[in-house]
């Protein structure tokens, strides 16, 4: 069975403070894992995959498959970054479902 | 493109009755999957479907039922409504393995 647990369902840090978001998977196989984050009154959206490797507004996740961890980070916190965000996992393939973990709601204070 | 669209936006039924959902999926996308977000929760997957054929099934009820249009649009289909039934049912389109979401539609059944 595919797990996704995201521990905390809040983290509040000061702006310029630095951000680590926590997901840990349970999957036998290669998965692919995602970041999704909704902003206030918006619709869930991609922010990050692992395959891809890339940097999106100053996040990045690393997949450890050792510690089956894909923890989200940011060093500096800017304001616009407080929203809910969803931790993902999918088979590999065009026809996978995506398992969600709880989501954390990020607030950045000023 | 508009992106993933969804109507109606909300719903308000009374339990035992019947709802249909509709969705048309960002174009050139033939993949169609549904969710359902519980307050609090992670979005769980119901349905998913490609090329109008049913791809993978969630844990759900056979209250829940779903089908793909030739033109890729989808519909979701929920029979003797519950009061558990209240959520946000997202749709979500995919051309390779990363999925697009929609708005949602918000369900409220009294």
């Known amino acids: 069975a595919q797990r996704v647990t995201q521990p905390e369902k809040l983290l509040s840090v000061f702006k310029g403070a630095p951000v680590e978001l926590k997901c840990n998977y349970s999957y036998s196989g290669s998965p692919e894992l995602f970041w999704y984050v909704q902003y206030s009154r918006q619709r869930l959206q991609l922010l990050l995959r692992?395959?891809s490797r890339e940097s999106i507004k100053g996040f990045t996740a690393d997949l450890n498959k050792g510690e089956t961890s894909f923890h989200l980070k940011k060093p500096f916190a800017q304001e616009e970054d407080s929203a809910m965000y969803y931790c993902a996992l999918s088979g590999s393939g065009a026809n996978s479902k995506l398992t969600f973990g709880k989501g954390i709601t990020l607030s950045v204070r000023p | 493109d508009a992106g993933v669209t969804q109507s109606p936006t909300h719903l308000i039924k009374t339990r035992g009755q019947h709802v249909t959902l509709r969705c048309s999926p960002i174009?050139?996308?033939?993949?169609v999957s549904w969710y359902q977000q519980v307050l609090g929760q992670g979005p769980q997957f119901i349905f998913q479907?490609?090329?109008?054929?049913?791809?993978g099934r969630g844990n759900f009820p056979d209250r829940f039922s779903a089908r793909q249009f030739p033109n890729y649009s989808s519909e979701l289909n929920v029979n003797a409504l519950l009061l558990g039934d209240s959520a946000l049912y997202l749709c979500a389109s995919a051309y390779t393995d990363t999925q697009y979401f929609g708005p949602g539609t918000r369900l409220t059944v009294l």
């Open positions: 692992h395959i």
């Open positions: 479907y490609y090329e109008k054929e049913e791809r």
């Open positions: 174009s050139g996308h033939k993949s």
